[in-house]
């Protein structure tokens, strides 16, 4: 029988999930994670580790979780599509879960023209959705991708991610749907600052029923400053930063601006977690994880449920 990861037992008892991230180093420095791992021990039922987020070289996603594993966090290694083939990919998951990394993240990843080395050759022998499925074939069928059978299947509580945010808006559900009949177990989102605009796709995620299906963890995260935001709304593609919020951090003295931060990220917490369908946060303070206990807790999210 399958052993359950943390994060999937605080999701069927019932309890509204909290997951955090780690962005690992761009080099082979273990304090860096040991440090924003004190942050986030206690805040949070699982920690995600980015694998080269933004095609940028840093630690390898699966080391820097062991490195907080250690540190006595759950982890959800992420795992890409744009630097492996199906042989690779499949001997990283055969690694990670007999490391005791429980949870994965399948996503396509960042396009290199847009890292540090623009020259490299993409991979992307899969897609997100063909890895969900293969991850899901390995440790439901004992099956490798080719058919060959397994005497152990990797132990492993699928995620997958999904933007409500991106164009063309109508086409998002669908790409969920694809996703949870590939077998994702949850979805991270895109960070969330149009709520209004995440309600109409929640609408249309409990109209094909797929609330039912799979848990879906609402993501949020803390904007540090009006450049910050302003970045967010004009750079970053699919995520919308509505000009309320940026009027809001205006509104404020200097100085305030990265507390007003955390109570924008806390009132959207409250939001969307009255909105039917969604089981959780998934809360991306990366470079600011000394705020996550602030915000867990301000929005009444602490403690953290012990569940056996």
Known sequence: MKSKSNLEKVLESG?????????????????????KAKYLKGNVDAVNVTDGQTAV?????????????????????????????????????????????NNILCLTGDHQ???????????????????????????????FQCGDEMEVEPRLFIGAAANPFADPFEFRVFRLANKVAAGADFIQTQIIFNVDKFA????????????EKVQILAGVAPIKSVGAARYMQNKVPGMEVPETIIERLKGVPKEEVSKEGIKICVDIIRQVREIKGVAGIHLMAIGWEEAVHEIVESAGLLPRPQVS
């Open 15 to 35: 309890h509204f999930a909290v997951t955090g991230e780690l962005g690992p180093p761009a080099c082979v420095d273990p304090e860096v994670i040991r440090r």
């Open 57 to 101: 070289v840093r630690m390898a996603s699966w080391a820097a979780c062991l490195l907080a594993k250690a540190e006595g966090l759950e982890m959800t290694v992420q795992m890409t599509c744009r630097d492996r083939n199906r042989i690779a990919l499949q001997m990283d998951i055969l690694g990670v879960a007999a490391l005791g990394i």
């Open 113 to 143: 023209m847009f890292g540090n080395h623009p020259m490299a050759k993409g991979v992307y022998d899969l897609d997100s959705i063909q890895l969900i499925k293969m991850v899901k074939d390995m440790r439901d069928e004992r099956k």
């Open 200 to 211: 109409r796709w929640m609408d249309a995620v409990r109209e094909k029923g797929l609330h």
